[in-house]
C-alpha cells in the first residue's frame, strides 16, 4: 500500500530542526498512515525508522499538539493522538471559521442541510 501525502495545511504548520533525531514530519507521516486512527506515542514509536525514546517521541507529539496538528485525547490508561481533521463544509470552507450568520444566509439549500445534521467532510 502506498504511503499517504501530508495534506498541505498540515504540512504549512510542521517545524523542521536539524537537532533533532526524529521530526515532526516522521510522527505525522506515522500517525497519516497508520492503521488507527488514534495511536498511543508508544505505538508511534514502534512504528518509526529511527532509535527514539518514547518520551521523545511523546515530546514531539506533545509540540504538535500545539502548532494546531495532533489531537490528543487523554485516557486513565494513557493518552493517544490523532491528527487535527479539518472540518469542511461541501463547498470547501472550513466549518470551524464560518460565522453562524452567515451559515443562516445561505442560499445553497443542500449544504445548509449538510450544516444541519452535521454532515462535513474531513479532509
Given at each position: 500500500?502506498s504511503?499517504?501525502?501530508?495534506p498541505?495545511?498540515?504540512?504549512?504548520?510542521i517545524?523542521?530542526?536539524?537537532?533533532?533525531k526524529?521530526?515532526?514530519?516522521?510522527?505525522?507521516?506515522?500517525?497519516?498512515?497508520?492503521?488507527?486512527?488514534?495511536?498511543?506515542?508508544?505505538?508511534?514509536?514502534?512504528?518509526?525508522?529511527?532509535?527514539?525514546?518514547?518520551?521523545?517521541?511523546?515530546?514531539?507529539?506533545?509540540?504538535?499538539?500545539?502548532?494546531?496538528?495532533?489531537?490528543?485525547?487523554?485516557?486513565?490508561?494513557?493518552?493517544t493522538?490523532?491528527?487535527?481533521?479539518?472540518?469542511?463544509?461541501?463547498?470547501g470552507s472550513?466549518?470551524?471559521?464560518t460565522?453562524?450568520?452567515?451559515?443562516?444566509?445561505?442560499?445553497?439549500?443542500?449544504?445548509?442541510?449538510?450544516?444541519?445534521?452535521?454532515?462535513?467532510?474531513?479532509?
Open positions: 500500500m504511503e499517504k501525502p501530508i498541505k495545511h498540515i504540512k504549512e504548520k517545524e523542521y530542526s536539524d537537532d533533532r526524529v521530526q515532526h514530519e516522521d510522527l505525522v507521516r506515522v500517525l497519516l498512515n497508520h492503521e488507527r486512527r488514534r495511536v498511543s506515542a508508544y505505538q508511534v514509536q514502534q512504528a518509526l525508522d529511527v532509535d527514539v525514546s518514547k518520551y521523545t517521541v511523546r515530546d514531539r507529539l506533545e509540540e504538535l499538539v500545539v502548532l494546531d496538528v495532533v489531537n490528543r485525547h487523554e485516557y486513565e490508561m494513557g493518552d493522538f490523532e491528527l487535527e481533521h479539518r472540518r469542511l463544509l461541501a463547498d472550513d466549518l470551524r471559521h460565522p453562524t450568520k452567515q451559515l443562516l444566509m445561505l442560499n445553497n439549500i443542500p449544504a445548509l442541510r449538510n450544516v444541519s445534521v452535521g454532515r462535513v467532510n474531513s479532509h
